[in-house]
């Protein structure tokens, strides 16, 4: 009862009316209207707050204080773009709980659904994009733990099946999803995903594109051996989909090479589902880089656009001696990349150094990364137009941004 009141008392808050570019409400009528999941550190514990905002694209700073508490210390509200409904998940138990906006602009509190007889345990998913909807009455969650796709219905709230993924599983690894939102072709979903070193020091020398039919709920999975941790798929102008090391995988290969292979892309054909011959290095990438920086982490922009993180060596701490420091060091800037036969990159004039790993949010009509700052203490929402400037900051680590209307 505690969040279905606080929701409440939180929307009423919510009058200025601008879209993500600024403006009014949209071509709809309606004023939108964001949901951001955020956690902070207190005292030494984590606690997890949802707060609201009709913008992400306006000069503000969102405090917790006009949020509301959540369960658990890494809780995610997911859902549809303009779904005008959310998921909360529970904590340290699997399940979701449904939160459905009414005509008056309040969220009413409806049902839990629980994944626990797939085998799902704990606290739901570290990432918003393990969470894919395809309809009203149908969406997927990728466990990692489980090597399962738990089909559900978001409207029933019920389990309705599942897809064996165990094909992924690994003596000695762990696999882990990507961060950003799966590349949605016609009635096919296609997601990355890597293998982390049992250490959690390196990642192994291979990645794999999992291909999932969404009307037959048939899954393919197609590894390749040439380019390690490549989990970040962007959807190029040419129709194809180009995947990268993500950051955790360049800071690996950084700090000791025999953990990891040199950071690279290569490239995923939708109608084919295959890997084609393309496999570049990303130091080749971004020359003219300074020696000793090193990229990360393929990220979608709008119109076609993507770009890649790129560690500024003259910006890393002496204290980040484990990938996990490094590749969150706040020393990580922006490069627009050109894709295609022969990828080129360019340096983002104005780009704040951030931390170098992200958790990528689509919210139908935007990409927003949520760009981390010192100790995660604020998280800046960057919304991937172009516009290097960021003006919308959140207190804590924002791990997920959904657009409710």
């Known amino acids: 009862m505690k969040l279905r009141i606080a929701i409440t008392l939180l929307l009423g808050l919510v009058t200025a009316c601008e879209t993500p570019d600024g403006g009014g409400p949209d071509g709809g009528g309606e004023t939108p209207l964001y949901a951001i999941s955020t956690f ?20 503000q700073h969102i405090d917790v204080k006009e949020g509301i508490e959540l369960p658990g210390a890494s809780s995610l509200a997911v859902g549809a773009p303009r779904g005008k409904a959310l998921f909360v998940t529970g ?38 994009a393990q969470y894919m909807f395809v309809s009203e009455t ?30 992924l599983n690994r003596a000695g690894f762990a696999i882990q999803f990507s961060g950003s939102h799966a590349v949605h072709v016609g009635k096919e979903l296609f997601y990355g995903v890597g293998w982390l070193t049992a250490d959690r020091l390196g990642v192994a020398p291979r990645s794999a594109m999992i291909v999932i039919n969404t009307e037959t709920d048939a899954a ?48 995923f054909n939708p109608a084919t589902k295959t890997f084609d011959s393309l496999m570049v290095y990303l130091d080749d990438v971004i020359a003219p880089a300074k020696p000793g920086d090193i990229a990360g982490m393929l990220v979608p922009g709008t119109g076609g656009k ?50 170098g790993r992200s958790v990528l949010q689509d919210v139908g009509d935007a990409i927003i990364v949520p760009d981390y700052y010192g100790d ?30």
Not at 102 to 125: E, H, I, M, N, R
Not at 148 to 159: C, E, L, R, S
Not at 240 to 246: H, M, P, R, S
Not at 377 to 402: C, P
């Open 220 to 267: 393919t999975i197609v590894e390749d051996t040439r380019c390690g941790w490549a989990r970040d798929g962007v959807l190029g102008a040419d129709g194809l989909i180009y995947v990268a090391t993500e950051s955790f995988g360049g800071a690996a290969y950084d700090l000791d090479d025999a953990k990891a292979g040199p950071p690279c892309m290569i490239r």
């Open 306 to 355: 993507a770009y890649l993180r790129v560690l500024d060596s003259s910006l890393v701490p002496s204290s980040a001696t484990t990938p996990i420091q490094l590749s969150t060091a706040t020393a990580w800037r922006l490069w627009e990349v050109t894709l295609g036969n022969a990828p080129t990159a360019t340096a983002v004039a104005g780009a704040a150094p951030t931390n």
């Open 138 to 167: 149908k969406a997927y969650y990728l466990d990692a733990r489980t090597y399962k796709a738990v089909i559900w219905n978001p409207k029933d709230m019920t389990v309705t099946g599942s897809i064996d993924l165990s094909a």
């Open 40 to 59: 902070v550190n207190t005292g030494g514990a984590n606690q997890s707050y949802l707060v609201l905002t009709d913008s992400v694209s306006r000069e």
């Open 376 to 405: 995660s203490a604020k998280t800046g929402l960057h919304v991937m137009s172009g516009d290097a400037t960021v003006k919308t900051t959140v207190e804590g680590q924002a791990r997920s941004v959904m657009r409710l209307r």
């Open 91 to 128: 904590d340290g138990a699997a399940t979701l709980t449904r939160y459905d906006l009414d005509a008056s602009g309040k969220l009413v509190a409806g049902a839990t659904v629980s994944f626990q007889a797939q085998g799902s345990s704990g606290q739901l998913a570290a990432y918003s």
